[in-house]
């Protein structure tokens, strides 16, 4: 693929490389999870609800406490967020970020679509992200000064500056809450179609060249942290609904596009400017 400056960037991975024992010790974290939430996938299982109504399970706790207990043995110093369990060491240079099971729904009702978020921040920076999709046997890897990897193999986004041609994904309509809602209707308007329900996947996708926006809403930390390294990686755009970069601190929305100038234009749509 040509890459242009309306296209996808000239430089997908600036800065340097992450070390290969992190990158490593990420693959083996998505390893430890996978073994833990396939042994449950399909089971009876009981779903209980956090405070905010979403469900959890023995699952995501499980899953979450094996890649916890790796990381600390191999770099006790490091941070860790994790979705389910208490914040350790957050103000640490290297935290890393652990969502055990992205898309729970999906993986309480059988749905193949759940995945595994890994991220590692260096002072408040995602510089290392890793989406497994366990059910599925498909890996992505983005890291800092390396092309994001699919199952092994590069890839990259697609050139698309039309937005009238753009296919859209977002997990949910109902995702976006109060102001957020009619934004995300402005575009979803002017986009080619809407797709729902692909979990943290639409950015795989997106980072594979077979889709060309994600416009996401009510995102924490451990939703997009390993997400930026997998998009940018492949020569994507990801920030959030003003155009700043995704880090330690958010509002909440994400937007990742293939084509920088197609960021662009779903920025003034989403802004009404």
């Known amino acids: 693929m040509t ?8 430089d997908p991975s600036q800065g340097a490389p992450v070390d290969d024992a992190l990158v490593a010790l990420a693959a083996s974290l998505a390893d430890a999870a996978g073994k833990v939430t396939l042994w449950y996938f399909r089971s009876p299982l009981t779903v209980e609800s956090k405070p905010d109504k979403s469900p959890i399970t023995a ?69 290392l992200g890793v989406m497994d999709m366990p059910a599925l046997g498909e890996r992505w890897i983005g890291r800092q000064g390396v092309p994001t990897t699919f199952n092994g193999d590069p890839v990259q986004v697609r050139a698309c500056g039309d937005l009238a041609q753009a296919w859209l994904y977002a997990t949910s309509p109902h995702m976006f809450e109060d102001a957020d809602f009619p934004a995300f209707e402005r575009l979803r308007k002017q986009a080619r179609r809407a797709v729902y329900g692909a979990e943290c996947m639409a950015y795989g996708l997106l980072a594979n060249g077979t889709v060309d926006l994600v416009c996401e809403g009510t995102m924490k930390l451990y939703d997009y942290a390993a997400v930026v390294p997998i998009v940018k990686g492949a020569g994507g755009v990801i920030t959030d609904w003003r ?3 995704l880090g330690m601190e958010g509002d909440g929305t994400v937007l990742a596009a293939g084509d920088r100038a197609l960021h662009a234009a779903a920025l003034e749509v989403l802004t009404g400017s």
């Open 3 to 10: 890459k242009t400056g309306s296209g996808p960037a000239s």
């Open 59 to 127: 699952a995501d706790q499980e899953a979450e406490a094996a890649m916890r207990a790796l990381i600390e043995d191999a770099f006790p110093d490091h941070g860790i967020i994790g979705e389910e369990m208490e914040d350790r060491r957050a103000d640490a240079e290297y935290v890393w970020v652990l969502d055990p099971i992205d898309g729970t729904q999906s993986f309480v009702t059988g749905k193949p679509l759940f995945g595994t978020l890994i991220a590692l921040l260096r002072q408040g920076r995602p510089i």
């Open 243 to 245: 155009g700043r970069a």
